[in-house]
């Protein structure tokens, strides 16, 4: 069964600061992962997806990185702003055939904060 | 207008009582899936659906039924709500035909059973 891990579970920055988030997933036979922010009351809102094939996605101050075989993914922000304070979730979806294709599994979550 | 819509918004319940949550896509998407998030333990799968003829249990199914009315539909019933059931639900849908499956999610329902 695959677990997906996130640590930390809680971070506190000072504005301007690059920070990175870790991914952890026990069972490498990945399609793809994906990293989603969450505002409070709201829904997920998909940031970056890493098909199994690529090491690296970019979009604006967001690099995620992935390394299957290690079974890791890290979020980086780069100079991190107080609209950034949001719970980012990472989600992996397995390869294979048949019903299982198409589910995601979620880590809990690291809830930012940035301070001004 | 939003893509995906959930309603209720809020609920509170009893203990007992039948609930159904709705979700409705203007996507266009043959997949649909409903998760619950609690805290500390993420999202979790309970029902998904591939398309209206296709409905599959996810990870945490007991206590829940669903009803695929339609491709834009996709209902989560709790036939006789428990306190453990109290948690945000998600509906999500996402598009077989891309290559990456990306899911596209709800606002969310908060629901309270006392």
């Known amino acids: 069964k695959q677990e997906v891990t996130q640590i930390p579970a809680a971070l506190s920055v000072p504005e301007g600061e690059n920070l990175v988030l870790n991914c952890s997933f026990t069972?490498?036979?990945?399609?793809?992962l994906q990293w989603f922010r969450q505002d409070p009351g709201k829904g997920l809102t998909s940031l970056l997806l890493i098909q199994s094939s690529q090491r690296e996605q970019t979009s604006g101050r967001l690099n995620a990185s992935l390394d299957k075989s290690s079974g890791r993914s890290t979020l980086y922000i780069a100079a991190s702003q107080p609209g950034d304070s949001a719970t980012y979730l990472c989600?992996?979806?397995?390869?294979?055939?048949?019903?299982?294709?198409?589910?995601?599994?979620f880590g809990q979550g690291t809830i930012l904060t940035v301070h001004p | 207008d939003a893509d995906v819509t959930q309603t209720p918004r809020n609920r509170i319940t009893k203990t007992g009582k039948r609930i159904m949550l709705e979700c409705s896509q203007t996507k266009g998407h043959d997949r649909m899936y409903w998760y619950r998030q609690d805290p500390g333990l993420g999202l979790r799968l309970i029902y998904y659906s591939f398309d209206v003829k296709d409905i599959n249990k996810g990870e945490i199914s007991d206590g829940y039924s669903v009803s695929r009315q339609a491709q834009a539909k996709f209902s989560l019933s709790l036939e006789s709500a428990i306190p453990n059931q109290t948690a945000l639900y998600f509906c999500?849908?996402?598009?077989?035909?891309?290559?990456?499956?990306?899911?596209?999610f709800g606002p969310g329902t908060r629901l309270t059973v006392l």
């Open positions: 989600a992996v979806r397995p390869y294979a055939g048949g019903t299982s294709y198409g589910k995601l599994t």
């Open positions: 999500a849908t996402s598009d077989f035909g891309t290559n990456t499956d990306t899911q596209y």
């Open positions: 069972d490498s036979a990945i399609y793809n």
